[in-house]
């Protein structure tokens, strides 16, 4: 209950945060407040994220959670994640690979396709960041590792624990009875 607590929480902080950071990318004024300020609201983005991801995680492995419903608040949450990063690309702009001198694209839908390949660290060859926006990509692709080593250690984990423990002690026993020769 408690941890469930935390999640909610957790959850909320992850929604006004990015909501601050999107007015904050809007309204403060081009220079070096906006240069330290954008980062480090982005970077306490991340870390919310990635604390909600261990809170479920945790939840999930300690048969504390409703699996299903924490699968689906993950996906929102993700969801979230990535729409605030795309809006962010969005405010803060992008521009084509082939001509950077070329004017910035500002769409939501190009910021979305360029936050999914950041995340999942794929990078994309045919559109590039403007130099504000050069650190978010880093935050993605750092959150975006923790995210994908996180779901595949957590399903090696699940999938251990479904394994009956009375098929896995026959293994070891028949193992244990096998010839020296032979392999176990």
């Known amino acids: 209950m408690k941890r469930t607590l935390v999640a909610s929480i957790l959850f909320l902080v992850l929604l006004l945060s990015g909501g601050v950071w999107i007015w904050l990318a809007r309204y403060v004024a081009p220079g070096v407040l906006r240069d330290v300020i954008i980062p480090a609201v982005g970077v306490f983005v991340a870390a919310v994220f990635v604390a909600l991801l261990v809170v ?32 962010m690309h969005t405010e803060l702009g992008l521009q084509a690979a082939n001509d950077p001198s070329g004017p910035t694209i500002h769409s939501f839908p190009e910021s979305v396709y360029f936050t999914i390949l950041n995340f999942t660290s794929l990078g ?8 504000d926006s050069r650190f978010l990509v880093a935050i ?14 957590t399903i090696v984990t699940l999938i251990g624990r479904s394994q009956p423990k009375a098929a896995l002690s026959d293994d070891r026993e028949r193992s244990d009875d096998a010839p020296p020769g032979q392999a176990r």
């Open 56 to 87: 479920r995680v945790r939840l999930l492995l300690r048969n504390e959670s409703n699996s299903s419903l924490d699968l689906f608040f993950g996906a929102v949450e993700f969801c979230l994640f990535v729409s605030t990063f795309a809006w």
């Open 124 to 131: 994309a060859e045919d559109l590039v960041t403007t130099p």
């Open 140 to 153: 993605e692709s750092f959150v975006g590792y923790l995210l994908l080593a996180t779901i595949a250690a």
